[in-house]
Structures are given as C-alpha cells and as structure tokens.
T-cell receptor, first 111, second 118 residues
Framework: GQQVMQIPQYQHVQEGEDFTTYCNSS?????IQWYKQRPGGHPVFLIQ?????EVKKQKRLTFQFGEAKKNSSLHITATQTTDVGTYFC???????????FGTGTRLQVTL | GAVVSQHPSRVICKSGTSVKIECRSL??????MFWYRQFPKQSLMLMAT?????????EQGVEKDKFLINHASLTLSTLTVTSAHPEDSSFYIC??????????????FGDGTRLSIL
C-alpha cells in the first residue's frame, strides 16, 4: 500500500536556528497537505500544494512540492518556541476521500 | 469557521465497558467524517471513513464489530468502542471535510478523546 515517510523523526534546535522536514511518498500525489499538531493537541491544517514544483510561503514557513509530485518539504526559518510540535504531511490515500498521513517530524525548540 | 467538536475529551473506565465518542461539525455539513487512532509519538492511523446515511468503510485490520460507527446526520458521527480492553487505550481523533469529501480539501479535526481502559 501507499507509504508516506518523513525525515527526520525528531529534531531539537535552538531558538533562531532553521529547521526542515522532508516528506516522501511511495506513489505520485495529486496534492499534498501539511498539518501541525501541538503537544496534547489535534492536527491543524497549514497548507495544500497542488502543482509540480510549487512553492508557498507562510511568514517563516516555506513549503515545496517536488517536480515529480512524490516529495515535499517544509522549512522554518529562525525557529521560535511557538513552532514546537509535530509536523505531518498528508496525501490522497488511494480513494477519492481519504488521506494518508506521513510518519511525522517532532520539533523541539529551546531557548 | 470549520469547527469540529469531539466529546468526551477524556474517558477512564473499566475493562469490558463500551464507550461512545461523538464528533460534530458545528458550522458546516459533513457528508464524510474520518476516525483516527494515534499512539504516543506516532502518526495518525485511519480507522474508518464515516459516510452519512450509509455504512462506514473500515481500513484493513480494523474490527467492524469492535469499533461501531454511526453517521446518522450531516453533522454527527459516533464511534463506539465495544467491550473495551486495556489494549484499546489510545487517543482517538475525528475529522471532517467542509466540501464534497474529496481528498483535495483540508480536514478539520476535533480535539480528540483520550481513552484509558483499566
């Protein structure tokens, strides 16, 4: 079945450092979504990418969709303690309605 | 907009008890809702897709008779964990889409239910 892997599993950075998480799908995706889950919370939708090679920015966050539409990345510039949480990518999971979530990258930011 | 309410937020009960979890879309209609299970520090595992007015679609390995899903209206889906045992302890989260249910629409999640079976 479809697999969506993310690396790294965990990263600990000092506040102000940059952070990147990479998402790789075993199949080509029509779109990719990113979610953030704070500790003890629920996933919150961040963004969706649809086009091959697409790049979108949200303040300090930059999202990229690969040319082959099988991978994606999320880069955070100058991390802050509010960025702490687990970041998941998610892609269509074989049927028209469901999503397959990636394995997630847990980010810890310390002062 | 797009608020999903999930209740209860936490349940602690004895082994053998059945537990019902409700998922409501407060300000939109959801023909499709999803039920996930999440173990500590792990990803979301889709258990089933809940379809309004029809039977739920369960993922491989998920017991239909163990996890009963009812989606009786466009704003409410329920998950009942029947005869719960300690191995059923987990974080259960529901989600819903605002539109036709296609995967190119974002999912909006409830706050989750932390289930602990003693």
């Amino acid at each position: 079945g479809q697999q969506v892997m993310q690396i790294p599993q965990y990263q600990h950075v000092q506040e102000g450092e940059d952070f990147t998480t990479y998402c790789n799908s075993s199949t080509t995706l029509s779109n990719i979504q990113w979610y953030k889950q704070r500790p003890g919370g629920h996933p919150v939708f961040l963004i969706q990418l649809v086009k091959s090679g697409e790049v979108k920015k949200q303040k300090r966050l930059t999202f990229q969709f690969g040319e082959a539409k099988k991978n994606s990345s999320l880069h955070i510039t100058a991390t802050q303690t509010t960025d702490v949480g687990t970041y998941f990518c998610a892609g269509p999971g074989g049927t028209a309605s469901k999503l397959t979530f990636g394995t997630g990258t847990r980010l810890q930011v310390t002062l | 907009g797009a608020v999903v309410s999930q209740h209860p937020s936490r349940v602690i009960c004895k082994s053998g008890t059945s537990v019902k979890i409700e998922c409501r879309s407060l300000d939109f209609q959801a023909t499709t809702m999803f039920w996930y299970r999440q173990f500590p520090k792990q990803s979301l595992m889709l258990m089933a897709t809940s379809n309004e007015g029809s039977k739920a679609t369960y993922e491989q390995g998920v017991e239909k008779d163990k996890f009963l899903i009812n989606h009786a209206s466009l704003t409410l889906s329920t998950l009942t964990v029947t005869s719960a045992h300690p191995e059923d302890s987990s974080f259960y989260i529901c989600s819903a889409r605002t539109s036709s249910g296609l995967s190119n629409q974002p999912q909006h999640f409830g706050d989750g239910t932390r289930l602990s079976i003693l």
